[in-house]
C-alpha cells in the first residue's frame, strides 16, 4: 500500500515539474516574441508617418482598429481553456530565428517598408503558434494587414495614374455622347473656360484602395467563401472607376450649365464623400447578386421534381466551400500535441539584446537620414539672379516660386524660371524635396504628351551616373525636350528606374543605405 501512494506522489511530482517547465517555456517564448516585435517599432512608426502622406492610404488607421476588432470578437469565440490549450505548444525557436532574420535584414539596410513586411509575418508566424487548431479562424483577420502594406516600386501610385488616365478617356466619350464641347489632353478635359485635371475634378480616383479595403473588410467580417469574397473585392475597383467618372462628368456638366465649381473647396470634399458612399451602397447590391447566384440552394424550397434526389440541387451544393457559414460544420476541435519547446532562460535575453540592438541601429540610421533630408542653403537661397537674364538668345522673362503642403507626390518647393528664345520657350525647374524618386516625365504624360524616346544622357564628373532625356510631341504637332536628374541632398545624381535595370537599382539602394548609418 505504501509503495503505491509513493508511487502517486512521484507521478503527481512529474507531472507539476512538468507543466512548471511548459509554463516557463512558454513565458521565455511569449517574452521573445514581443522583444522581437518591440523591435520593429521604429521603422514601422516611420512607415506609418510616410504612409499617412498618401492621400489613397489615409483609411489605415480605421483598418488598424477594425482588425483589432474582429481579433477580439474571434477571440471571444474561443473558450479559455481552449486557448490555454493551444498557448502550451509555444514559439518555435526555429521561428524566432526567422523573424531575427528578417528584423536584421529591416534594421540593416533601414528600410520601413521591409520592417512592416517583417513585422506582419512575424504577427503571423506568432499567431500561427499559440493559436494552434484555431489559427484558420484568426487567419482572415491577420490576411488584412496585408492591406497596410504599400505596393513596391510605387506601383499603387502608376495604377492610380493609369486609371486617371483611362477614367479621362471614357469620360471624354460620355461628354461627347452628351453633346458638351471639350477637348482632352491626357487626363486633363478642357473646356471653354477652364482646364479639368481628373486629379481636380476627381480626385476620388484614390478611393480604389479605400474601397478595396471596404469590400476586403466585409467579406472577412461576414465570413463569406472566398469566391464570393473575390468577386465582391474585383468588383470594388470596378464601381470606384466607375462613380469617378460619374463624379466627373457631374462636374463639368454643372460648370458649363449652370456655372457651379464643384472641383474646388468644400463642394469638392461633399461631393467626393457623396460618391464614395453611392459606390458603398453599389458594393451592398453586388454582394446580394453575388449571394443570389452563388448560395447554395435550399432543397426544402425546390418544388419540382423530387427534392431529395434533384441532381442539378445535388451539384450545386456538392462542394463543402459553397456551403454557408451559418449551416452545420463540423465543430470538432482536433487534438493539440503539446511538445514543450526548449526554449531556455538565455533566449529570451539573446533575442531582447537582439532586439535593442537593431532599436539603437534603426534610430542611428533614421536621424542620419532625417538630417539628408534638410534643404541646402545654396538651393534654398536661390533668387531670379541666381541665372543669368541674357543666355546666348535666351531671355529670362519670368521667376515665380510654388509651395506645396504635405503634397506626397509633388515636391513641396518649386522654383521656376520662365526663358524665350528665338522661336521656342524653355522653363528651368528646381524642385525640392520629394519622397523619393519622381517620375517626371508621367507628369507630362498625364498633360496630353507622348514619349518619342527615353534614354540616359551621360553627367560629366558625376562617376558614370546620368540624367534622363526624353522626346516628346502632342497630336496638334507640338514638340518637347525634356532633361531632368533627381539628385540627393548632397548633389548626387539618382538612378532613373526607367533606364536603369531593377537589379542595378536594388544593389545600388542597397549600398547607399548600408553607408547612410556611418
Known sequence: MS?????????????????????????????AAAALLLGHVPLVLTYFRRLMLFEH?????????GICVLFSLR??????????????????VSRLLIVCAMLAVASLFCSPWAAMVSLVISLGLFLHSLAGSHWKALMPAWALTFLMIRPPLHLDLTLITRLQLETSRVASMVLERLGVMHLMEGNVLVVPQRRFLVEE??????????????????????????????????????WACF??????????????NFEIDLSAGWVHSATGLATFFIAVIFLAFTDQMLRFFLDPIDPHKVTYWKQERNPFVQRWNGTKSRQRSSETQDVSIPE??????????????????????????????????????????????????????VLGDWVQLDFDIQHRDDDPV?????????????????????????????????CYQAQGWQIDSYQAVPLPGSQGRAMSEVRLHRPNGERGLLLFVVMDAQGRPLRDPA?????????????ERLQRPF
Open 3 to 31: 509503495t503505491r501512494i509513493t508511487s502517486g506522489q512521484q507521478a503527481a511530482r512529474l507531472s507539476s515539474v512538468l507543466s512548471a517547465e511548459r509554463n516557463s517555456s512558454l513565458l521565455f517564448g511569449l517574452t
Open 57 to 65: 492610404y489615409e483609411f489605415v488607421p480605421l483598418l488598424v482598429i
Open 75 to 92: 477571440l471571444k469565440e474561443i473558450s479559455r481553456d481552449e486557448i490555454l490549450v493551444s498557448l502550451q505548444a509555444g514559439v518555435p
Open 201 to 238: 475634378a476627381c480626385s476620388g480616383i484614390h478611393s480604389v484602395f479605400a474601397l478595396l479595403t471596404a469590400a476586403a473588410f466585409y467579406a472577412v467580417w461576414m465570413q463569406t467563401p472566398r469566391l464570393r469574397g473575390g468577386l465582391l473585392m474585383v468588383s470594388s475597383i470596378f
Open 243 to 256: 462613380m469617378n467618372l460619374v463624379r466627373i462628368a457631374v462636374t463639368i456638366i454643372a460648370f458649363e
Open 336 to 389: 493539440v500535441s503539446v511538445s514543450a519547446p526548449r526554449i531556455t532562460r538565455a533566449i529570451p535575453l539573446v533575442v531582447a539584446g537582439f532586439s535593442a540592438l537593431a532599436v539603437l541601429w534603426q534610430v542611428n540610421a533614421l536621424k542620419s537620414e532625417t538630417l539628408s533630408i534638410e534643404v541646402p542653403a545654396a538651393i534654398a537661397s536661390l533668387t531670379p539672379e541666381s541665372l543669368p537674364f
Open 410 to 442: 509633388l515636391s513641396d518647393v518649386s522654383k521656376v524660371w520662365t526663358y524665350r528664345g528665338p522661336s521656342h520657350g524653355a522653363l528651368v525647374s528646381i524642385d525640392y524635396p520629394f519622397q523619393g524618386w519622381h517620375q517626371l516625365s508621367a
Open 499 to 511: 533606364v536603369e535595370s531593377f537589379w542595378k537599382q536594388m544593389i545600388g539602394q542597397a549600398i
